[in-house]
T-cell receptor, first 110, second 115 residues
Framework: QKEVEQNSGPLSVPEGAIASLNCTYSDRGSQSFFWYRQYSGKSPELIMFIYSNGDKEDGRFTAQLNKASQYVSLLIRDSQPSDSATYLCALKTNDYKLSFGAGTTVTVRA | SAVISQKPSRDICQRGTSLTIQCQVDSQVTMMFWYRQQPGQSLTLIATANQGSEATYESGFVIDKFPISRPNLTFSTLTVSNMSPEDSSIYLC????????????FGSGTRLTVV
């Protein structure tokens, strides 16, 4: 089983809608989780990190973590065409390495 | 958070040759990581570059193919040796942003094409 499983999409949403991205992980000992955004031809950019159960909001982005069920999600509210990108879920392992999911490509239709 | 300068940004190389990629960080960092992103794929960790000791390689990656140097706490190089077309990828370095539970920053990447 891969360490991080991410629904690979692609995901297409209309402008103004909510985009919902999900990830599950296998190691119950994982402490911190990250969502990166990667535009085509660019390097990944950190948009959210979360390490406590519950929700964490930053602007139009909300990260959700449920350690009992071993999933982490990202909601993008009021999606804009500029949100069109690949979103990568990652977790930090016990030896401080990042393990990435496969990525979900999001397209926001104007 | 740390700022990374990575170069070259891209290169086209002949098979059988080697390319060295450099990452310079604007602050001292204990750990630096090298990733590969194959076309249409996610990121795969190649190795952890440790200052003053040998790099630690992930399964499937070996020092002879990807030698790494880490002469100080702000600089590292990754060499892709004896290249083949299968090595065509984006190579990225990454460092912690600072907090123990915080995220990691990535360099701008090196897009390598082997012909």
């Amino acid at each position: 089983q891969k360490e991080v499983e991410q629904n690979s999409g692609p995901l297409s949403v209309p402008e103004g809608a909510i985009a919902s991205l999900n990830c599950t992980y296998s190691d119950r000992g994982s402490q911190s989780f990250f969502w990166y955004r990667q535009y085509s031809g660019k390097s990944p950019e950190l948009i959210m990190f979360i390490y406590s159960n519950g929700d964490k909001e930053d602007g139009r982005f909300t990260a959700q973590l449920n350690k009992a069920s071993q999933y982490v999600s990202l909601l993008i509210r009021d999606s804009q065409p500029s949100d069109s990108a690949t979103y990568l879920c990652a977790l930090k392992t016990n030896d401080y390495k990042l393990s990435f999911g496969a990525g979900t490509t999001v397209t926001v239709r104007a | 958070s740390a700022v990374i300068s990575q170069k070259p940004s891209r290169d086209i190389c002949q098979r059988g040759t080697s390319l060295t990629i450099q990452c310079q960080v604007d602050s001292q960092v204990t750990m630096m990581f090298w990733y590969r992103q194959q076309p249409g794929q996610s990121l795969t960790l190649i190795a952890t570059a440790n200052q003053g000791s040998e790099a630690t390689y992930e399964s499937g990656f070996v020092i002879d193919k990807f030698p790494i140097s880490r002469p100080n706490l702000t600089f590292s190089t990754l060499t892709v040796s004896n290249m083949s077309p299968e090595d065509s990828s984006i190579y990225l370095c990454s460092v912690p942003q600072g907090q123990d539970l915080g995220g990691y920053t990535f360099g701008s990447g090196t897009r390598l094409t082997v012909v």
